[in-house]
């Protein structure tokens, strides 16, 4: 690619500023290791976030796709009481919107296969058919798991429903990967998908959310562009989870024309943010400094992205966090790639000194960790940043 090409936009081909900058990060956040020398030798990546003038998408212009592998080893499961029954609202508003007598569900990197599991469950006349790379393969009677790529892996049914789950953010040039699902289905087909929005991470300043495994991020109005480029019509956008993502949903239409529509003004908006990171870097910095001069404990709860790209922005000598903590069992006891972070369960937060400062790294999940504490008998002190 040349340096034209790269500084170009991906979704319009409009001119684009560079936002925010880093070197020397995880190419995949959700991979953890047996051994801290395996962790320590994990691939890195580095961000260079351009964000649209013209249509306000945002996408790192440094992105290498040999550096990421979705494989089984890959693990984003959030095995958290918030987030099942998020779960099922998603599927119960699916199934009364979409599927009101039943049907096939078709969910295009569906990961390890968790939501089509909890929508089969719930609902009896549902069928799901995923597909992605990092699952195992797995036929039931009502649930089809294959692992690869679409449309290679294309199955032989019509779907009355497809979906797309915190997948487009993962994928170079999206419109081009919408359009080639768009042109597999009947036209009419409705299509559900679901991404980060960056305006959340830009207001909250949560500097801990641009990683490398999301290559574009996302504002309503540049996602509505890329769905709409990609052959998706009527395309409506929502708001979901506390608003750190959004829902859009349409229909697949062979014939859509181009949209260019896009936020003017969101591209100035990063570059603003990024040219102020540092500082909000250092004021949590300052925070954990304070808290260990007054002799606190701090322990990091949830070791997905959020996790791992917060410890190692904010401590990277290791001296300000004591240690990490992850309820997803097959994280425990393993170690954080580049970092080799030892990932402990919970229950190791019985022994750490008092007093006791935990952060929760995602704002949605406070309540059920100070829940979690307080079952556990652990006087904390629980925030979220």
Request: net charge negative; aromatic share 10%; proline share 6%.
């Amino acid at each position: 690619m040349s340096s034209t090409e790269a500084t170009r936009c991906w979704l319009c081909d409009g001119p684009t500023l560079l936002t925010v900058a880093r070197a020397g990060i995880p190419a995949v956040q959700n991979r953890v290791y047996s051994t801290a020398a395996a962790a320590r030798s994990a691939k890195q990546g580095r961000l260079e976030i351009r964000a649209c003038t013209s249509c306000g998408y945002a996408f790192n212009a440094a992105f290498d796709p040999a550096l990421v592998e979705y494989d089984p080893q890959y693990d984003n499961d959030v095995p958290s009481p918030t987030f099942d029954e998020y779960y099922r609202q998603i599927a119960a508003y699916l199934r009364d919107k979409y599927l009101p007598r039943g049907g096939t569900v078709l969910d295009i990197g569906c990961g390890k296969g968790k939501f089509l599991r909890v929508m089969t469950e719930l609902f009896a006349d549902v069928r799901g058919v995923g597909i992605d790379p990092a699952c195992s393969g797995y036929e039931g009677e009502r649930l089809t798991l294959t692992a690869g790529t679409f449309p290679q892996c294309r199955p032989a049914i019509t779907p009355n429903l497809v979906i797309c789950r915190h997948t487009l953010e993962h994928i170079p040039h999206p419109a081009q990967f919408i359009r080639a699902i768009s042109r597999e289905l009947p036209a009419g087909t409705p299509v559900f998908v679901e991404v980060p929005t960056a305006e959340w991470i830009v207001d909250n300043r949560a500097f801990w959310d641009w990683c490398y495994e999301h290559v574009n991020y996302f504002v309503p109005q540049s996602a509505t562009s890329a769905l709409t480029r990609g052959g998706v019509c009527d395309v409506s956008v929502s708001p979901a989870f506390g608003g750190q993502y959004m829902w859009l949903e349409g229909r697949a239409e062979h014939d859509t024309s181009a949209d260019c529509r896009g936020s003017l003004t969101f591209a100035h908006t990063l570059a603003e943010y990024a040219a102020g990171e540092r500082d909000s870097v250092q004021a949590i910095q300052t925070r954990l400094a304070n808290w260990k001069d007054e002799r606190k404990s701090v322990a990091v709860w949830g070791m997905a992205t959020k996790g791992i790209e917060f410890v190692s922005l904010v401590d990277r000598e290791h001296r300000l966090i004591d240690c990490c903590v992850d309820i997803n069992r097959s994280k425990q006891d393993r170690y954080t790639p580049v970092e080799a972070r030892k990932i402990l369960s919970p229950s190791a937060l019985r022994t750490a000194p008092s007093p006791l400062v935990v952060i929760a790294m995602n704002p949605r999940y406070l309540a059920e960790i100070q829940a979690e504490c307080q079952r556990m008998q652990v006087d904390a002190q629980c925030i979220s940043l």
